[in-house]
């Protein structure tokens, strides 16, 4: 059983395979620089778990998920557990997706779309300060 904090990552995991499947089949390269994007932005001492490892074992379990299929279960396990969705890490999605759509330029019209769709439906959603700021 995962905490809400692990199934925001995870879902940002499938976001962000999600906008990299965008543009069709996701190279070996690709899950590299996507890995040590995500890597990067989300390495956290607070979490007792390795966020870079779930979102590899999202990508080699979803092979032939879709792209669209990935983003709304994505945005359906960010509503589920938005009450942990502090501002930063909200930013810090929005990050991790825009990174993961420049990794491979050019941004196709397709992984623009999905950037777009995410910024305006996480805007919205707000956390709770009583459960991400407890420690």
Known sequence: ????EQNLHNAIGQLAYAIAKADGAIQKEETKKFHAIVEAELRCKDYDFDVSDIIFQVLEKDKFIDSNTAYDWAM???????????????????????????????????????????????APIHGDPVYYNKK
């Open 1 to 4: 059983m995962m905490t809400p």
């Open 76 to 122: 359906k396990e960010i509503k589920l557990n938005s009450h942990y969705l502090s501002p930063s890490l909200k930013e810090t999605f929005i990050k991790v997706i825009e990174k993961v759509a420049k990794a491979f330029p050019p941004v196709t019209a397709e992984e623009q779309k999905l950037v777009e769709r995410f910024k305006m439906d996480i």
